[in-house]
């Protein structure tokens, strides 16, 4: 079974339909189109700060790429770039966008970014690189992205399981 990548949700702190947004995202992975529903209403519906809002773009356009509507889920990923470019998190996204797509490169592309923006969930960000890094054939670079996920969650099953596919020799 091919590993997936693995999507970073943007906390969204203050309560109201966009903080239940950001629940449904976290919890559900699987979701269905009641937390695509959730979303759309906070941000119809609330007054949020711009980094909530952007937050909130990004976590229904989480729930928009897990349900396979990848056009809309770049969309919200775009309008949440628009209100607050410095958030790691959307290239994170965009990122695991990129990968469904079988766009590897424009995978890595994304996620450096995350990363020079300073991810809230960097783990994610190496771990989905290593798997686009795979796909490229880049072992080397898999495998020490891989092995930078698990020094900084090293508790975290998904990347110790993908690590343990590897062998090194010097």
């Not at 994304?110 to 771990?127: C, D, G, K, M, Q």
């Given at each position: 079974a091919m590993a997936l990548p693995v999507s970073a949700q943007v906390t969204v702190i203050g309560g109201g339909l966009a903080e239940d947004c950001y629940i449904a995202v976290k919890a559900d992975t699987r979701p269905g189109r009641d937390s695509e529903q959730v979303c759309t209403q906070a941000l119809e519906n609330e007054t949020m700060t711009r980094k909530n809002r952007a937050a909130t773009y990004v976590n229904r356009g989480i729930v928009?790429?897990?349900?396979?509507?990848?056009?809309?889920?770049?969309?919200?990923?775009?309008?949440?770039?628009?209100?607050?470019?410095?958030?790691?998190?959307?290239?994170?996204?965009?990122?695991?966008?990129?990968?469904?797509?079988?766009?590897?490169?424009?995978?890595?592309?994304?996620?450096?970014?995350?990363?020079?923006?300073?991810?809230?969930?960097?783990?994610?960000?190496?771990?989905?690189?290593?798997?686009?890094?795979?796909?490229l054939d880049d072992l080397t670079g898999a495998y020490f992205d891989f092995l930078a996920a698990s020094e900084l969650e090293p508790e975290w099953e998904l990347v110790q399981r993908q690590l343990d596919r590897f062998s090194v020799s010097g």
């Open positions: 928009r790429m897990r349900l396979e509507a990848y056009d809309r889920a770049d969309q919200d990923f775009t309008r949440a770039a628009a209100l607050k470019d410095d958030l790691g998190d959307i290239y994170v996204n965009r990122g695991v966008l990129k990968f469904y797509q079988a766009d590897y490169q424009g995978a890595i592309d994304a996620i450096n970014t995350a990363l020079e923006l300073e991810t809230s969930e960097p783990h994610v960000a190496y771990y989905n690189r290593a798997l686009a890094k795979e796909e």
